[in-house]
């Protein structure tokens, strides 16, 4: 069973930053990518970013594109930073792991919400 751990989440101010971290299991490979997931209440799972383990491209939503980055700390240690949160931020964002499509559109699987592994989450609030 794939556990990734996610760390980070918080009550924070309108305008403020806040980095997630993710801690993945080592064999949670470069043949992987990594993205994370947000999920508010009575609305539906919402990708957000991602990265490609072997070739290093992001894909951003573009809800949040321009005000989140998505990093590999280290081997298994990933972030998501996000900057001028807004109360719309409000959510539990989930780390996420699955193999990439073939092609251009390697995060679809973020984007449909079909990952192959998933964290439990942690809480983000913005007041």
């Known amino acids: 069973d794939v556990q990734l751990v996610e760390s980070g989440g918080g009550s924070v101010q309108t305008g403020e930053s806040l980095t997630l971290s993710c801690v993945a299991p080592?064999?949670?490979?470069?043949?992987?990518?990594m993205g994370w997931s947000r999920q508010a209440p009575g609305k539906e799972r919402e990708g957000l970013a991602a990265i490609h383990l072997s070739a290093g491209n992001t894909y951003y939503a573009d809800s949040v594109e321009g005000r989140v980055t998505i990093g590999r700390l280290n081997a298994n240690t990933f972030s998501l930073h996000m900057d001028d949160l807004k109360p719309d931020d409000t959510a539990m964002y989930y780390c996420?792991?699955?193999?990439?499509?073939?092609?251009?559109?390697?995060?679809?699987?973020?984007?449909?919400?079909?990952?192959?592994?998933w964290g439990k989450g942690t809480q983000v609030t913005v007041s």
């Open positions: 996420a792991a699955a193999r990439p499509i073939y092609g251009v559109a390697w995060y679809r699987p973020l984007v449909s919400g079909e990952m192959d592994y």
């Open positions: 080592g064999y949670i490979t470069s043949s992987y990518f």
